[in-house]
């Protein structure tokens, strides 16, 4: 048993908004008894019956997302949850912070870097755990509705129902006490009956660590 609050946190590795709010979600867990539980979801499936209103170039990228959540919910089918951490981790660092452009050669090295069995890779290109993946991204999504994207984060409310928000969306990733007050707010305006939005436009691309 753990007295700390569980976290749920869907996310698809080519969203560079997602990878930075995974590492405030890891900064929270420094400052506050939360623990972060990651779980699938996928941007071209949420996006799949709205193609063509889409730019040609997010078209593009959403063609090349399938290959790492496919891989992703295979090493999750096979080696649970606790795979998903270290392996988004490793996805993340190449694809974001090192801007490495997506390959299996990159795949087969995050998969390594993860600890995981090298034969993952050829998830990529099999529809073997479409459902599977489906089925994680749904639970996430009917949680926010679908006027969102990724990440997702569901945590536990006061009365015990699940509260979940998309977001937030922030650059760079908060660390340390700032890392902790966002998370607090983040969690005040959520629990707030009637609460659904609070944006700003944004003027910075995403900024990532070292």
Known sequence: MTDKTVAD???DPRCPWAWL??????EV????PVEVRWHVM???VLNENKLDELPEGYRELLASAWGPVRVCIAAEQKHGGEALGPLYTALGTRLHNRGQELSRELLSEALEDA???ADL??????????EALRASHKEGIDLVGQDVGTPVIA?????GARIA?????????PKGEAAAKLWDGTLMVASTPGFYEIKRTRDVGPVFDD
């Open 121 to 130: 890779v050829d998830a990529a290109d099999s529809t073997e755990y479409d």
């Open 9 to 11: 946190f869907w996310f």
């Open 21 to 26: 709010t995974s590492r405030w979600m890891l």
């Open 165 to 173: 928000f998309f977001g937030p969306v922030v650059t760079p990733a």
């Open 42 to 44: 996928s941007l071209a």
């Open 155 to 159: 945590v536990p409310g006061a009365d």
């Open 115 to 117: 600890g995981l069995p």
């Open 29 to 32: 867990e420094k400052v506050r």
